[in-house]
């Protein structure tokens, strides 16, 4: 019965990520990421998700608002349109209490790669869905988010290509007319929700996946100074440890890449002072860093086969033309036992990276052992009766533990393939 539904919400996935309009519907697209990261074939590496739609339960869309004060401000998107976000009024005894979680989809490097994104929803509000669905950490209905059903939420549109960390000052140099306003966009956007009734919060949680996940250690700290100073605030960051790991060839592929969406992007301002005048600037976009001069209290939810960071980190797709890795970036369970012995160095390298964090006493960790990428924001994966699980807690009873201190939250998955309750993504 479990398996069934199992599988029956990954045949969703399957069947979704075929479809070619996914590509305007989906929340973030990975073939963005990829296409971003190097220049692969996106025919090739057809990697989309969406939310599995449940079409049984009552439908939870949220319309999409446009930032009010955005071309005053000079907060634009990358085409320069107006962002948005999508507003979920709290009630009862979350009336008071925030969530906001922000939209992943990669980043852009070059002028070539932001000026292709720019006509996709990752650029323009002119592309975004008007609604989306809130599901997961986002979802109002307490069986599927205990802990957060009834807050305030906002998922905050992802649309500047650096992790809401760009610089104007860095336009100059593009011809093409490209906005770099993730800064901007930020700030903006904090102040309206301030004005809507954050600027009274209780509680409040930042949260993002993916590149918004590291959006979210970014501005952390930020975040903290703009509540009030009894409110309770902390950070969740779902998917976004990117490992500052060299590439089975030997290659620092991610940190140049880093080191290019810095660049192009001016993103240096945005990160940690004391980093930036220690070390390249594009080495302290990573999470290992950012972690070390955050003094608010983070989640970190990570899967320990990440696939995108397998597929991207670890294995980009440019650097294996002969194939010999293809089946196993597409699906863990066609790894043959060498590559998993690569992949089991990368779980390695995630915990040594983790390490110092470990002992933060207000940190908290779950890090399972799946194929997988984003795992808050999807019913499946956050909050279910089959969802993954360590030592019999779901994603979501883990969050909620910690950020109500009703436990210590380190919790550190067996590793590959020993837990029977992970949903594995399979590409092929
Ligand atoms: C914080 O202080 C303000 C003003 O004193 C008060 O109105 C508010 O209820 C307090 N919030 C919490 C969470 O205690
Ligand atoms: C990867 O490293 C090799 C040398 O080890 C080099 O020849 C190659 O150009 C590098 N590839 C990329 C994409 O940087
Ligand atoms: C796991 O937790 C569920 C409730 O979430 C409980 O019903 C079940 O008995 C637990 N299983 C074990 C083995 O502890």
Not at 103 to 128: D, F, H, Q, V
Not at 134 to 156: A, C, M, Q, T, Y
């Amino acid at each position: 019965m479990a398996n069934q539904s199992r599988l029956r919400a990954l045949l969703w996935w399957r069947r979704w990520a075929k479809k070619d309009w996914a590509i305007a519907a989906v929340g973030f697209t990975l073939t963005l990421f990829a296409l971003s990261l190097i220049s692969i074939s996106w025919r090739d590496d057809d990697f989309k998700i969406t939310h599995p739609v449940d079409l049984t339960s009552a439908s939870d869309f949220v319309d999409l608002t446009l930032l009010r004060n955005a071309n005053h401000r000079g907060a634009l998107c990358l085409d320069g349109s107006v962002p948005g976000y999508h507003f979920q009024k709290g009630f009862g005894s979350g009336a008071h209490n925030w969530l906001l979680h922000i939209e992943g989809g990669g980043w852009c490097n070059t002028i070539a790669s932001c000026s292709l994104r720019k006509n996709t929803p990752l650029g323009s509000s002119k592309y975004m869905e008007r609604q989306v669905r809130f599901s997961g950490i986002l979802s109002r209905d307490s069986s599927e988010n205990p802990d957060f059903f009834n807050w305030n939420k906002v998922k905050i549109r992802y649309c500047d290509g650096a992790s809401l960390a760009g610089r104007p000052e860095s336009e100059l140099k593009n011809g093409d007319k490209l906005f770099f306003r993730g800064q901007i966009i930020w700030e903006s956007l904090m102040d309206e929700l301030l004005s809507i009734g954050m600027s009274k919060a209780k509680q409040a949680l930042l949260s993002g996946c993916s590149a918004g996940g590291l959006a979210t250690l970014i501005h952390c700290d930020d975040f903290r100074k703009l509540l009030p100073k009894n409110a309770t605030v902390k950070c969740l960051a779902d998917a976004g440890f990117f490992l500052d790991e060299i590439d089975v060839f030997g290659n620092h592929t991610m940190r140049s890449f880093y080191h290019d969406v810095v660049l192009l992007q001016g993103v240096a301002k945005s990160l940690p002072k004391d980093c930036v005048a220690g070390m390249e600037p594009s080495e302290c976009l990573f999470p290992q860093q950012l972690i070390k001069n955050i003094r608010t209290p983070v989640f970190l939810v990570n899967p320990a086969y990440d696939f995108w960071q397998i597929q991207h980190v670890l294995v980009p797709n440019a650097l294996d033309p002969h194939g010999y890795w293809r089946s196993c970036r597409l699906n863990i369970h066609n790894c043959n036992p060498s590559q998993i012995k690569i992949v089991q160095g990368f779980r390695d390298s995630l915990l040594r990276a983790l390490s110092e964090f470990q002992k933060n006493k207000m940190g908290g960790i779950f890090i399972n052992s799946c194929f997988i990428h984003c795992q808050t924001w999807m019913a499946e994966t956050w909050h279910s009766p089959n969802s993954p699980r360590i030592n019999n807690k779901t994603i979501a009873e883990s969050v909620g533990d910690w950020y109500f201190d009703r436990k210590v939250v380190k919790q550190i998955d067996c590793p590959y393939p020993c837990n029977p309750t992970c949903v594995h993504m399979d590409f092929t």
